[in-house]
């Protein structure tokens, strides 16, 4: 796994796009951003302002999707 210290959310959202997830980053109000599984349905909230901590969630989010840490690393390259 890669360090999550720098990610940020424009980082997230070009990751889940080349991992096939729904990406949505009109609805809703402020800058947060909808990801979705189009395997299960399942749904996930990006926030703009990310930490250590919610990189780390997010990470873990994708890993239950059932992607491998190979393919989230290199998405995120």
């Given at each position: 796994m890669r360090s999550l210290s720098d990610?940020?959310?424009a980082?997230?959202?070009r990751a889940c796009k080349k991992l096939d997830l729904e990406?949505?980053?009109?609805?809703?109000?402020?800058?947060h951003c909808l990801i979705k599984s189009p395997?299960?349905?399942?749904?996930?909230?990006?926030q703009s302002k990310l930490f250590n901590?919610?990189?780390l969630k997010?990470?873990?989010?994708?890993?239950?999707?059932?992607?491998?840490?190979?393919?989230?690393?290199?998405?995120?390259?």
């Open positions: 990610i940020k959310q980082d997230w959202i990406v949505n980053t009109k609805s809703g109000k402020g800058s395997r299960s349905g399942d749904k996930y909230t990006i901590i919610v990189n997010i990470y873990k989010k994708l890993l239950e999707w059932g992607f491998t840490e190979e393919e989230i690393d290199k998405a995120l390259g």
